[in-house]
């Protein structure tokens, strides 16, 4: 089945420590994002990619980076910069060339940090 | 810059209710389309529909209706005759219809907990 696969689902990090999170699609889509949910902030976009070696940041990068070396792969790292890496994090992708195309979602990954 | 306001943050109902949720939206751009997703309890979010600002008719799908009202920008979800399944995260959001890619704006989300 096509789709956007998640891992790990559950990801422990001690303080200091940078961690990936891997999101995989075989959706053959462009386009991909990640987004960061925290309760009552609702989603908001960390970094996305419309094709593969190029990405941008959204509207919380900071501390964070990605990489698109391959079209169906588009890693987070969450690295010790990151002063509240806490959270539930969505990988979505979406067919290329429009703005009309809803996203796709992962069932994300919950990073806490101890 | 757009925004979205979902402005009742959780809403309880007893099943078989009907519910509507609410959905305001900010867009300096003429073109642009909204969205609604659901998130259940396992984390991911499934789309629920589509609507682009030129189509204001409103929707029904099964017992799930829209109401789009450009006058009041807002776009408002109706669930008719609630289930305990119902029960989820629904988020409101926007894209703006700019030359090449964009990107989803999206509410802060209204739980909704649909008790038998």
């Known amino acids: 089945d096509g789709g956007i696969t998640q891992s790990p689902k559950y990801l422990f990090r001690k303080e200091g420590q940078n961690v990936t999170l891997s999101c995989e699609q075989n959706?053959?889509?462009?386009?991909m994002y990640w987004y960061r949910q925290d309760p009552g902030q609702g989603l908001r976009l960390i970094y996305y990619?419309?094709?593969?070696?190029?990405?941008q940041k959204g509207d919380i990068a900071e501390g964070y980076s990605v990489s698109r070396e391959k079209k169906e792969s588009f890693p987070l790292t969450v690295t010790s910069a990151q002063k509240n890496p806490t959270a539930f994090y969505l990988c979505?992708?979406?067919?290329?060339?429009?703005?009309?195309?809803?996203?796709?979602f992962g069932e994300g990954s919950r990073l806490t940090v101890l | 810059a757009q925004k979205v306001t979902q402005a009742q943050t959780e809403i309880s109902v007893v099943e078989k209710e009907d519910v509507t949720l609410d959905c305001v939206y900010e867009?300096?751009?003429?073109?642009?389309?909204l969205f609604w997703y659901k998130q259940p309890p396992s984390g991911e979010l499934v789309f629920l529909i589509r609507?682009?600002?030129?189509?204001?008719q409103n929707e029904i799908s099964g017992r799930y209706s829209w109401n789009f009202q450009k006058s009041t920008s807002s776009f408002n979800f109706t669930i008719t005759a609630s289930q305990v399944v119902d029960s989820a995260v629904y988020f409101c959001?926007?894209?703006?219809?700019?030359?090449?890619?964009?990107?989803?704006?999206f509410g802060k989300g209204t739980m909704l907990l649909v008790s038998p």
């Open positions: 979505a992708s979406k067919a290329s060339g429009t703005n009309t195309g809803e996203l796709f």
């Open positions: 959706l053959n889509h462009d386009a």
């Open positions: 990619s419309q094709i593969v070696n190029d990405f």
């Open positions: 867009t300096r751009d003429t073109t642009y389309y």
């Open positions: 609507r682009n600002s030129f189509d204001e």
């Open positions: 959001a926007l894209s703006e219809a700019m030359v090449g890619y964009s990107t989803l704006t």
